[in-house]
Structures are given as structure tokens and as C-alpha cells.
């Protein structure tokens, strides 16, 4: 008999969107998290969020030794850990995201939707599962469904972002107007679909090895998989 699943949509890079990850897990106690990432994305976020929480011990270390001096004005360590998590812009279409969702609160990377997760999950010893095609996984979908053709169209898209005005009240407005926008071509549609497909299976076979899983996913793709989760009968919460 499958578990229940309750999936949670969060709006990528804000970091209030912590405090929605926290009130859903208090509510829901899973026995096991599954977030849309690569199993690679899921291993970097690891060893991000890992090397950010042994330079706060060092620092809080050193200010224990060498007292007040080692504070800002501000009264925060010096080399606050957070600079670190500050977005690393990849390229134009991250810009011009982080750019317009910072109008909505403080933007930073890795997702703190999904670094939460990953905090909740080790700090109640819990089984956390990538649920998004792994690298190979989507070079092979990528490959499959954009020609040079649809290449293209996505190289215009991007530079035609400097033109494009987006009519969002709120940031969860701003998501989803930003994924019709992106992913308008046939073949970025047939990926996103692709991926949904991926992500609507892996949380099923979770359903049928834990009794409650919270799934965390952006909030774009959220109505798709439950959808297909639906269609296969997965108990949601």
C-alpha cells in the first residue's frame, strides 16, 4: 500500500520561502523528502551547505578566543557565511531572474526551499532523494528534443528578455509567468514535460517504500506532477 504524499510548490532562490518549508514539515512529519534537483545538484548543495556550517564553527571559534574584536560593527562575524551564499549569476536568463525576483525579498544559492529541506531532513535523520534527471539524464533529453532550429529560438529568448515586461503582483505570479516565457518553444515544453514525467515517477516508488513523503519542488511544475501522480493513483495529502 503506497504512503501518502503532500507536494509543496516553493518559488526558487527566495529565501522566505524557508518558513513555508518549515510550516509544512511541522504539520505534515514525513519519513522521507524528496526535492527537484539532479542527484548531482543534490551532492553540490551537500558540500555547499557542509563547508558554510564548518567556516561559522571556525569563525564563532575565533570569536570565542579573541572576543569582541572579532565582530563587524554590525555586531556579525566577520566573512559572515551568508556572503557566501550570495547567487553566482551562470548566465543571462539567472540575471534577469534573480534580478526580478529580488523585488520580492533577499534571492540566494543554492535555493533555500531545497536547502532547507536537506537541513530538515539531516537534522531529524531522515532520507532525502533527488527527484530530477540526473546530468546524462537530461543531456540525453536535451539532445533528443532541441535541433538547431530550437536552439535557435532559445539564444533569441534570451536576448529578448531585456525587452520583456512581466505583469507580476507576487513572486508566485512572477514564476510562473517567467516558465511560459522561457520554456514557450515546443522543444523546452517537451523537456519541462519530460521532467515532470521523471519527478511524478520517483515520488510513486518513494510512496511505496515510506508512509509519508513531502516532496518540494518549485512551485511552476508543482500542478503538472501532481497531476500525474493523480493519474497513478499516489494517495496525496
Known sequence: ????????????????????????????????????VSEE????????????????VELKENVDMEGAGGLEKDGELDGNADEEETVGLDNIEEEYYVRILSQWGEVKKPPPCFARAWELAGANDLPIHA???????????????????????Q?????????KKFEAKTPEE???EWDYFINRTRGLKAIENSRVKKMAKEINELSKKFDRVLA???LERRDEVISELEASGCKLA
Open 1 to 36: 500500500e503506497k504512503g501518502k504524499v503532500m507536494v509543496l510548490g516553493t518559488v526558487r532562490g527566495l529565501v522566505s520561502e524557508i518558513e513555508k518549508v518549515n510550516t509544512v514539515y511541522d504539520s505534515f512529519r514525513p519519513d522521507a523528502i524528496a526535492i527537484s
Open 41 to 56: 545538484g543534490l551532492q553540490a548543495m551537500k558540500e555547499h551547505l557542509d563547508s558554510l556550517e564548518k567556516k561559522n
Open 131 to 153: 527527484i530530477d534527471f540526473n546530468d546524462v539524464e537530461y543531456t540525453d533529453v536535451y539532445c533528443h528534443h532541441i535541433n538547431g532550429v530550437e536552439w535557435l529560438k
Open 155 to 163: 539564444a533569441s529568448g534570451q536576448r529578448s528578455l531585456a525587452r
Open 174 to 176: 512572477f514564476v510562473v
Open 216 to 218: 518540494v519542488i518549485e
